[in-house]
């Protein structure tokens, strides 16, 4: 067996495999002694074990003496091979693949050298909080391959940070247009917007104003920004559902893109996104 490849059991698979793959991506191939197929397959994940070095550890589990852990990740049938990236499945395939389609196979869920850069910048950037090196980290993994969108939304992210907006827009601007459909960028895409339209008011001052007239919907907005500024998410909902009942139309319906761009920002667990999505469902109806 090659040094990157072990036996693992019911008692060791935690640290084996889910702690493991927390470091390194870890296959785990499901067998048993009766399985052809698993002969056959074993010498070849045995071998690009040795070749990769390291990039992945193999680990092998006798589903027959490991029913408990066959069970639990849903072995139907061997071999089965399932790969653990970070302490979580991540992707599988079953029967005895040539070596070519495993080799595909890997090539999936091994990190390439930018993308591995990239992820040490973010733990870098998680362990110390130091922008500016994590955006250095990250320019290298770009100088790796340019074409890696992953780092631009990352660096996007960290400028959204440092209130650089001018940059950030830039960075999600140059993204394909398949990658700004992903729900990370659009939530990039709307913090940026909400970030750009702060509000700096004085509350007091717009409070009374809108106690003169209840129709200015151009103070409830200002109002609004300036909650979202401070994140007062729920008065915000409630001014800018105001301006929809009172004036759609106002500001090419401002107010309801300002809500649904909060949406985007809470996420769809929030449970403000629940309450204000069904308020506005209401309002508009």
């Known amino acids: 067996m090659s040094a990157h490849a072990q036996d693992v059991n019911n008692a060791d ?29 074993k010498p070849v994940l045995e071998k690009l074990a040795n070749e990769y070095q390291g990039k992945f550890v193999l680990a092998k589990v006798n589903s027959d003496e490991n029913q408990a852990l066959a069970q639990r990740y849903g072995v139907r049938g061997i071999p089965n091979v399932k790969a653990f990236v970070g302490g979580e499945l991540v992707d599988e395939f079953a029967g005895a693949l040539p070596e070519v389609e495993v ?20 733990a870098d950037y998680a362990a ?16 790796l391959d340019p074409q890696n969108e992953n780092v631009r939304v990352d660096c996007a992210e960290i400028l959204l940070r440092l209130n650089q907006h001018d940059e950030a827009r830039q960075l999600l601007a140059s993204l394909s247009p398949l990658a700004q459909m992903e729900e990370r960028v659009q939530t990039l895409q709307a ?10 008011g004085d509350a007091d001052a717009l409070l009374k104003r809108i106690a003169a007239d209840a129709k200015d919907s151009a103070a409830r907005l200002e109002l609004a920004r300036l909650y979202i500024a401070q994140s007062q998410h ?33 996420g769809g667990e929030h449970p403000l996104t629940a309450e204000y999505r069904r308020k506005l469902a209401g309002a508009l109806n």
Not at 255 to 261: E, F, G, I
């Open 13 to 41: 698979f935690e640290n084996a495999v889910i702690e493991k793959s927390k470091t390194v991506p870890v296959l785990v191939d499901f067998w048993a002694e009766w399985c052809a197929p698993c002969r056959a397959l």
């Open 234 to 266: 729920a008065k915000a909902m409630d001014q800018l559902l105001e301006i929809v009942r009172r004036d759609r139309k106002f500001e090419d319906d401002i107010a309801r893109k300002t809500m649904l761009q909060l949406f985007s920002v809470l």
């Open 128 to 143: 110390t909080g130091d922008a500016q090196q994590a955006l250095g980290m990250l320019a290298a993994a770009s100088r």
């Open 103 to 122: 080799r595909a196979f890997l090539a999936r869920i091994i990190p390439s050298p930018a993308e591995k850069a990239r992820l040490d910048a973010l």
């Open 191 to 200: 913090k940026l917007a909400l970030a750009s339209n702060a509000g700096g």
